[in-house]
């Protein structure tokens, strides 16, 4: 079988339309995910993710209070939050550029050659769906091998932080 290409933007499927788009989107995913980790800073994304998470319990804590909260506590709160915010809000264009330049050939290549298939789903979707066609199987499929491969990559970079913070507090005999 194998893939014949009839023409730009045209290419036979390789085994049949569902295969075809997992690993169409694994593809995307993975690409996403290496442009992410080459030109995005993902560590200080995830330390101003940590610093919101924080600064949320704060606030859940002093909204439990009610009335008795302290209003200047309170108002550093939402200052520190809105500081948080407003980094995050910063890095979302780069972010979001970045990911359009890459997702719109896969779809203009999906909608091309994939939006005329049904494709019944699996499981937990089947009780939602009962078919997609192509494009929505994809974007679906992009999705969630995206978030496999984003916690992949995130737990592959707490793992070695933790394992060179355990090397690094470990004293040095010197013979």
């Known amino acids: 079988?194998?893939?014949?290409?009839?023409g730009f933007?045209?290419?036979d499927m390789y085994v049949n339309p569902a295969v075809d788009l997992v690993l169409i989107a694994a593809v995307y995913a993975s690409l996403s995910q290496a442009l992410q980790v080459f030109?995005?800073?993902?560590?200080?994304?995830?330390t101003i993710q940590k610093e919101s998470a924080v600064i949320n319990k704060k606030f859940q804590e002093l909204m439990k209070k009610g009335n008795q909260a302290d209003p200047k506590e309170m108002e550093s709160v939402q200052r520190e939050q809105a500081e948080v915010t407003?980094?995050?809000m910063k890095r979302m264009p780069?972010?979001?550029?970045?990911?359009m330049i890459l997702y719109l050939p896969f779809i203009w290549y999906v909608n091309a050659n994939y939006l005329q298939y049904i494709i019944p789903l699996f499981f937990p979707?089947?009780?939602i769906w009962k078919v997609l066609d192509g494009f929505w199987?994809?974007?679906?499929?992009s999705l969630l091998i995206s978030l496999v491969v984003?916690?992949?990559?995130?737990?592959r970079e707490t793992h070695h932080e933790k394992k060179n913070q355990t090397q690094t507090n470990q004293p040095t005999i010197h013979t």
């Open 1 to 6: 079988m194998g893939l014949k290409n009839r």
């Open 9 to 11: 933007g045209h290419i």
């Open 39 to 46: 030109f995005l800073d993902r560590r200080g994304q995830r």
């Open 86 to 88: 407003g980094k995050m």
């Open 94 to 99: 780069k972010q979001m550029i970045g990911s």
């Open 125 to 127: 979707f089947a009780f």
């Open 137 to 141: 199987y994809f974007v679906l499929i």
């Open 150 to 155: 984003g916690r992949a990559l995130t737990w």
